[in-house]
């Protein structure tokens, strides 16, 4: 009998039913997860990325065109400058349109009063009275009056700082300084006057008559109106310098500067009017020193680019050391709907590297650009021999409304023509104190109608 068969192997263990739901637990467990981890890292890129660009955080600046009113800069001397701001802000486009100055001031208050004027725009230092309702107050966060006061020259902070607001911000400095023929002076033996007492003298000196007395060289350009330019501002710092204040022209301080301006065209006779212009006698040649602002050093260069002059402080009294300020400044219309844009490139166009590179682009096409408003670039340009002398000048530099050449036809221009009566009557004879008496009343009145209050 054959053996029985072996016994079959024993069947496999079954899977037990808590390993059974591991498995399945796996199978959409890790999914699951994945997911999560998804939404996760897209939650991340959502409020990293995308929220802020909708919330404020990183959004996109919007398009801005800025129009921008200068004077005396042409655009291509400009444009570099702003090609290197809109290169680096590809949001702000920038209109600059240079403006005559023909009637620029009553043209300028008109745009601005009807709401078609420019975001930014050039004002003289002496115009804040008339435009004071025109002009934004410049905000903190750019200049605050510590910053200004610290950065630009004092008489900046006396003409541009209304109240607590800093209402226009400089970008150049310029002034008076005393020019001299130094050819003239070296075949005289000269040397170039330091007060006013040597540069009487001086310009007696080197005066010289044909055969019949009138002037073929004269000594220095002052004591007339006709033919002197800047005389108001001579006679401004003459006043200054004598203690006096040009808002009260009844005191004798004052009058006392204007018997020394007219002394040289009266007793003296080192100028009169029969002579060209100062500007263009000093040019051609025909007198020794005038007193003037550092561009009109252009102007003389123009006309005569052979001749060899100098430039140097002007005179002072004993005891003190005043000098005069004439300058422009960059304001933002107070109805500009671009404030913070206008305020940001005036930000710019005011830093040091701007200013170097806006001289640098003047110095192409002309003898030199604007003298340097910040203190902190004074040392780059006192030794230079066209505006050193209106740099080392600037610390102790004044102001008043006799600022010549603004064409304002306003503030200046007013008080200027009272001044002008004073100086031709002493000429003709009259006392310097009866003459200021009318010229009293009539500046009280101008600087009233402006809102001025003296003291």
Do not use: C
Request: overall charge negative.
């Amino acid at each position: 009998m054959p053996p029985p068969p072996p016994p079959p192997p024993p069947a496999p263990e079954e899977t037990t039913s808590g390993s059974r739901i591991q498995g399945s637990i796996f199978k959409w467990v890790i999914p699951i997860l994945a997911g999560l981890l998804g939404i996760g890292l897209l939650f991340l890129l959502v409020t990293l990325f995308f929220l802020p660009r909708f919330s404020g955080g990183e959004k996109s600046p919007q398009p801005v065109t800025l129009t921008y009113w200068g004077l005396w800069e042409e655009t291509p001397v400009v444009k570099p400058i702003i090609d290197t701001y809109t290169s680096l802000n590809p949001h702000v486009t920038i209109n600059y349109q240079q403006q005559s100055h023909r009637d620029y001031r009553e043209r300028l208050q008109s745009a601005l009063a009807s709401g078609s004027g420019p975001d930014i725009f050039r004002f003289h230092n002496t115009w804040v009275p008339m435009l004071r309702s025109e002009l934004a107050p410049v905000p903190p966060t750019l200049f605050d009056t510590a910053a200004f006061s610290s950065t630009f020259y004092p008489v900046a902070q006396k003409d541009l700082v209304v109240g607590n607001s800093i209402v226009g911000v400089p970008l150049m400095i310029d002034g008076l300084g005393l020019y001299y023929n130094k050819t003239i002076f070296t075949a005289a033996g000269k040397s170039p006057p330091q007060n006013w007492e040597e540069l009487r003298q001086t310009a007696f000196d080197l005066v010289v008559r044909d055969q019949i007395g009138r002037l073929q060289t004269a000594g220095i350009a002052l004591g007339t109106t006709t033919n002197v330019e800047h005389w108001p501002d001579i006679l401004a710092l003459m006043i200054l310098q004598n203690g006096g204040n040009p808002a009260d022209p009844s005191s004798t301080a004052t009058a006392d500067a204007l018997r020394f301006y007219t002394i040289f065209s009266t007793s003296d006779r080192v100028w009169d009017d029969s002579l060209p212009n100062s500007i263009f006698a000093f040019a051609t040649e025909k007198v020794a020193m005038i007193i003037a602002p550092s561009w009109q050093a252009h102007a003389i260069k123009e006309i005569n680019p052979d001749i060899d002059f100098a430039i140097i402080p002007v005179p002072q009294l004993p005891g003190n050391t005043i000098t005069w300020a004439s300058y422009w400044a960059e304001g933002v219309s107070e109805k500009s709907q671009n404030q913070e844009a206008a305020f940001k490139f005036l930000q710019y166009l005011s830093d040091r590297g701007t200013l170097v590179n806006f001289y640098t682009e003047a110095s192409k096409v002309r003898l030199f650009g604007e003298p340097y408003s910040r203190r902190d670039l004074a040392e780059t340009l006192e030794s230079d021999e066209f505006v050193g002398a209106y740099i080392t000048q600037a610390p102790d530099a004044q102001s008043f409304y006799l600022a010549s050449r603004t064409f304002d036809n306003g503030i200046n221009d007013k008080i200027i023509k009272y001044y002008e009566d004073a100086v031709n009557a002493v000429n003709q004879g009259e006392d310097a104190q009866k003459a200021l008496q009318t010229v009293a009343q009539g500046v009280a009145q101008v600087l009233s109608q402006y809102g001025i209050v003296t003291q």
